[in-house]
């Protein structure tokens, strides 16, 4: 049931009951483990536009954190029976035993071309009507709360700070990461390159974070309304202030925008799969990335703009509706894109960017060893 009447009759997938969040669409034709489990997702109910799901089952290595995240799950055709040498299950069991109620059968090309019209918006799964049927289900979604004005990040972050070791025998460098709603790929990602990873909880100080004497800065990405995350924000602009380098994602990019002064807007059904394509501004390469965001920054495409930080430019454009999907800043160590470079299963047109980073962290180094007159 979606808040505006529109409804859809299927079948109970996964967990019997009822449960409530914000419709959106994926168009990724795999990595459905991937995105049950993404906290980014978290508070939302994802109707799958790839009919046929559930098709490889589940397994134990492709989970992007702890637990499913998602608030429920929609799909038309899911597999009667999994096949794939790593499955240890079906996906309908998996969400069942996690407590996720989910519907299947239904028609999803219908339902994502109606979200595409009016926009994301709340909606309701059942599975135990009563006599009062349809009317009192639309009552309760439109009573659920809105992803406007949701603060989610601190329910989908580490409680403690834990350290992801660097690869090899010794760290190159120190990373702190500000987990807003972080993947697991995220730091394996970054470990492979040589950087321990401190992974901190999302309403950790600027300067609790600066305390650890970081290489460098990471914002990971996250659910929610990037407006209500102005802890994360002041902690970044001290950060910035510092002249520690920065790398954000997702919720992190929009995080940066807001601590460089621009604001952020809600999409009419935001970007959410593994097949979006992004123009590189600085070399006219494009990538297609994996994104998952219903909110982004009000930031100009063309020129340089001016901020307490010195000059900012927007680095990638979403060639689909051209979404700032990237900033850059000229003249302090940050910046973010708005999809996922650790992206899994995949693609990995932006895995460079970690090593981007990790050279904006040496370049740093070294910029500071010979103003000190020390060796990098």
């Known amino acids: 049931m979606l808040e505006d009447g529109r409804s859809f009759t299927g079948e109970a997938y996964g967990a019997l009951g009822e449960t409530f969040g914000e419709a959106v669409f994926s168009t990724g034709m795999t990595g459905y483990q991937e995105t049950i489990s993404d906290p980014s997702f978290h508070g939302q109910i994802v109707i799958m536009t790839a009919p046929h799901i559930g098709n490889t089952g589940v397994n134990d290595e492709d989970y992007e954190s702890e637990r499913i995240q998602v608030a429920g799950f929609v799909v038309r055709d899911p597999a009667r029976r999994p096949s794939n040498w790593r499955s240890r299950g079906r996906l309908d069991d998996e969400l069942a035993a996690a407590g996720i109620v989910g519907i299947s059968g239904i028609d999803t090309r219908a339902l994502t071309r109606h979200l595409r019209e009016r926009g994301a918006m709340r909606c309701g799964i059942s599975s135990v009507l009563g006599e009062e049927e349809p009317a009192g289900l639309l009552e309760r979604v439109r009573r659920s709360p809105e992803m406007v004005g949701a603060d989610l990040a601190p329910l989908v972050s580490t409680t403690e700070p834990y350290v992801v070791p660097a690869a090899g025998d010794a760290a190159l460098f120190t990373v702190a990461a500000l987990d807003l709603g972080i993947k697991r790929a995220t730091p394996a990602a970054l470990a492979a390159l040589g ?14 974070l600066l ?25 970044l602009r001290t950060v910035l202030r510092a002249g520690v380098p920065v790398f954000g994602i997702c919720f992190g990019h929009q995080v940066l925008a807001r601590a460089l002064g621009f604001d952020t807007y809600k999409l009419t059904y935001g970007h959410r799969g593994v097949n979006q394509p992004v123009g590189d501004v600085a070399t006219g390469r494009i990538a297609v990335t994996s994104q998952n965001h219903g909110f982004a920054v009000r930031v100009p495409r063309d020129g340089a703009a001016d901020t307490e930080f010195g000059r900012v430019v927007a680095s990638h454009i979403g060639l689909n509706d051209d979404v700032v999907e990237g900033l850059e800043c000229l003249d302090v160590p940050a910046f973010s894109v708005q999809f996922h470079p650790e992206a899994a299963p995949g693609p990995h047109d932006a895995a460079p960017l970690f090593e981007r980073f990790r050279d904006l962290m040496a370049d740093t180094r070294r910029a500071r060893a010979a103003a000190s007159g020390g060796e990098s």
């Open 195 to 208: 950087c321990e990873v401190r992974v901190l909880p999302a309403r950790t100080t600027g300067e609790e």
């Open 211 to 235: 305390a650890l004497n970081p290489d460098g800065v990471f914002l990971s990405n996250g659910p929610g309304d990037p407006a209500t995350a102005d802890y994360a924000v002041d902690a």
